[in-house]
């Protein structure tokens, strides 16, 4: 992963300005909560998780060097917990959209926070909050995405699949992420301006 190349095709003002990439970690998520005072947007990429975090207390499996895509990142929106209420959907329509742009394929949704194709889950998403009286002081982001994989682990081997292995194409995942960040932002902004207008 060279996070150079994430930074040289961003539009954002904010997110993925700071990453913070390792090549082993227990999770991204728990990751970027041990660390304080990072600035808004920064992200945490690891090429390799022991104990990556899905929903629900499950395990996400990211456990082939190089071939997939891991990261968190930390937003400070400080807007109603109900305003974010919708907000996994439009990170997963960013990430549908990202894929469409760069490589014109098609993925599903599968609500409210799995990314899917041919019924086999390519990709996850796992929203956390930190909340005060009803305000969002922090929105962990953390998605997980199959890319060249084509090997899995028994427990997932008939549930999950790759974008290498359901398209038989190599992507670049540092144009995944940038791409990404760079929808994503928009419509982030979107739902913060909406509060505070």
Same mark, same amino acid.
């Given at each position: 992963?060279?996070? +150079?190349?994430?930074?040289?095709?961003?539009? @954002?003002?904010?997110?993925?300005?700071?990453?913070?990439?390792?090549?082993?970690?227990?999770?991204?998520?728990?990751?970027?909560?041990?660390?304080?005072? #990072?600035?808004?947007?920064?992200?945490?990429?690891?090429? #390799?998780?022991?104990?990556?975090?899905? @929903?629900?207390?499950? $395990?996400?499996?990211?456990? $082939? &060097?190089?071939? +997939?895509? /891991?990261? @968190?990142?930390?937003?400070?929106? &400080?807007?109603?917990?109900?305003?974010? %209420?919708?907000?996994? !959907?439009?990170? /997963?329509?960013?990430?549908?959209?990202?894929? =469409?742009?760069?490589?014109?394929?098609?993925?599903? !949704?599968?609500?409210? +926070?799995?990314?899917?194709? *041919?019924?086999? =889950?390519?990709?996850?998403?796992?929203?956390?909050?930190?909340?005060? *009286?009803?305000? $969002?002081?922090?929105?962990?982001?953390?998605?997980?995405?199959?890319? #060249?994989? %084509?090997? &899995?682990?028994?427990?997932?081997?008939?549930? /999950?699949?790759? !974008?290498?292995?359901?398209?038989?194409?190599?992507?670049?995942?540092?144009?995944?992420?940038?791409?990404?960040?760079?929808? &994503?932002?928009?419509?982030?902004?979107?739902? $913060?301006?909406?509060?505070?207008?």
């Amino acid at each position: 992963m060279d996070k +150079n190349l994430i930074y040289s095709k961003l539009t @954002t003002k904010k997110i993925g300005k700071n990453i913070i990439l390792y090549d082993i970690i227990d999770s991204t998520q728990d990751e970027i909560k041990r660390k304080k005072d #990072l600035q808004e947007g920064t992200v945490v990429i690891s090429e #390799l998780q022991t104990k990556g975090k899905g @929903t629900h207390g499950r $395990v996400w499996y990211t456990d $082939v &060097f190089g071939k +997939n895509i /891991a990261f @968190t990142f930390v937003l400070y929106p &400080f807007i109603d917990v109900n305003k974010l %209420e919708g907000i996994t !959907i439009v990170i /997963a329509k960013c990430i549908i959209n990202t894929f =469409k742009i760069l490589y014109n394929i098609d993925l599903q !949704i599968k609500y409210p +926070n799995d990314i899917v194709c *041919n019924s086999k =889950k390519i990709g996850g998403i796992l929203t956390e909050t930190s909340v005060l *009286n009803g305000i $969002v002081k922090k929105l962990y982001i953390g998605i997980g995405i199959n890319i #060249l994989q %084509e090997n &899995f682990n028994e427990n997932i081997q008939n549930i /999950a699949s790759s !974008i290498k292995k359901e398209f038989n194409i190599v992507c670049k995942r540092e144009d995944i992420i940038s791409t990404f960040f760079n929808f &994503f932002e928009k419509e982030y902004l979107k739902i $913060v301006r909406e509060f505070n207008e």
